[in-house]
Structures are given as structure tokens and as C-alpha cells.
């Protein structure tokens, strides 16, 4: 059974500063990782996706790795702005079977 | 990606009593995901609902408490049944695209049960 933890569980910077959030997972045997962003009291939204073949993915200021065989990904960001404040979660995937870590509470103070 | 319309979007509800959540979404999918988040938690998976057939439900959740229909491929609706306050959370509907199985996410609903 897939287990998923996120280090740390929160976190909170002044404005400009750049971030690493932790995942780490205990199956190997993953097509793909997944990065959610969620507001509070608000759904999810999807900030990058990692196919298991790959070993990063940029989207703007973020930047998320994949160490398959060791069990983590890093989602960095850079030049952090309050708009960052949310949870953020890490989902690894078997197939169509996604497992949600815990997340990582970003507060982003200006 | 697709675009998922998620209702209602919160409720407040008396113990005792079912509410049904209902997952629009604007492109034929083959699977759709039901979530729960309870407060300060992660997500944690509750069915996955096929059209044609009836949801895969995991464990710790049962059909008779958690009920799903999955008329057609763009629409799927969760009934939470005897609500207690134990079930106030967010649930949230979402849908895998295909090839790259990308999870996109409804808006969630917001349930309380007093």
C-alpha cells in the first residue's frame, strides 16, 4: 500500500524567498507524480505532472523532480509571493490510482 | 483538460438526513473519482465510479452509506446517506484524462452536519 509524507508540514517565509516542499513515497512503482495546489475550503488545483520517465517539469516559478527509485519529488519555488500561501499536495500515481500526501500549509507573508 | 461542475457547493444539513452531490463534467470520461477531505486531513479516495457498471468502492466505505450513480459518461452524483457530523467534509469529484492521467478536480463540496 502506497504511503505518502510531506516534509514540512508547514511553513512560513517572508515574500521573495525561494522554497523546497518534500515528498517522499514508499512504492517505487509509479507512472507518474502529481503537484495540487489548494486554497482553503476550495478544491484542487493541478500546478505540474511528472510521468515517471521524466526527472523534472517547469511551470513558471515552479520547478518539481522526480527521484523515482529513491521515492521523492521536490517542488521548488522560486521568488515566493504571498499568492503562493495554500496547501500543497503531492499525489503519486499507479495507473489511475492516485494517493494523496498530507500537504505542506505555505504562508508567504508580504 | 477537462472542466468539472461540481453541486452544491456547500450545505448545511441535519443529522439523520442524505444529501446528493452532483459531477458535471464537459467531455466523455471512461472513470470519475469521488474524494473526502475531512477537516485538516489529505484526501482520501471513496469509489471510483465506471459508467455501465457499479462504483469500486474502497475500503472503510460501503454502498448502503455512500451511494453512487453513473448514468453517462459525463455525469456522476454521490449520495451521502444518515449523515452524522462525522461526515462534515469536502468531497470532491475528479476525472483522469486519458494518456497522460492527469487528476483535475471540481470546486468541491462543503458539507456540515449539525
Known amino acids: 500500500k502506497q504511503e505518502v509524507t510531506q516534509i514540512p508540514a508547514a511553513l512560513s517565509v517572508p515574500e521573495g524567498e525561494n522554497l523546497v516542499l518534500n515528498c517522499s513515497f514508499t512504492?517505487?512503482?509509479?507512472?507518474?507524480l502529481q503537484w495540487f495546489r489548494q486554497d482553503p475550503g476550495k478544491g484542487l488545483t493541478s500546478l505540474l505532472l511528472i510521468q515517471s520517465s521524466q526527472r523534472e517539469q517547469t511551470s513558471g516559478r515552479l520547478n518539481a523532480s522526480l527521484d523515482k527509485s529513491s521515492g521523492r519529488s521536490t517542488l521548488y519555488i522560486a521568488a515566493s509571493q504571498p499568492g503562493d500561501s495554500a496547501t500543497y499536495l503531492c499525489a503519486p500515481g499507479g495507473g489511475q490510482n492516485f494517493v494523496f500526501g498530507p500537504g505542506t500549509r505555505l504562508s508567504v507573508l508580504p | 483538460s477537462a472542466v468539472i461542475s461540481q453541486k452544491p457547493s456547500r450545505d448545511i444539513c441535519q443529522r439523520g438526513t442524505s444529501l446528493t452531490i452532483q459531477c458535471q463534467v464537459d467531455s466523455q470520461v471512461t472513470m470519475m473519482f469521488w474524494y473526502r477531505q475531512q477537516p485538516g486531513q489529505s484526501l482520501t479516495l471513496i469509489a471510483t465510479?465506471?459508467?455501465?457498471?457499479?462504483?469500486?468502492?474502497e475500503s472503510g466505505f460501503v454502498i448502503d452509506k455512500f451511494p453512487i450513480s453513473r448514468p453517462n459518461l459525463t455525469f456522476s452524483t454521490l449520495t451521502v446517506s444518515n449523515m452524522s457530523p462525522e461526515d462534515s467534509s469536502i468531497y470532491l469529484c475528479?476525472?483522469?484524462?486519458?494518456?497522460?492521467?492527469?487528476?483535475?478536480f471540481g470546486a468541491g463540496s462543503r458539507l456540515t452536519v449539525l
Open positions: 512504492d517505487s512503482a509509479i507512472y507518474n
Open positions: 465510479a465506471n459508467q455501465g457498471s457499479e462504483a469500486t468502492y
Open positions: 475528479s476525472v483522469a484524462s486519458s494518456g497522460a492521467n492527469v487528476l483535475t
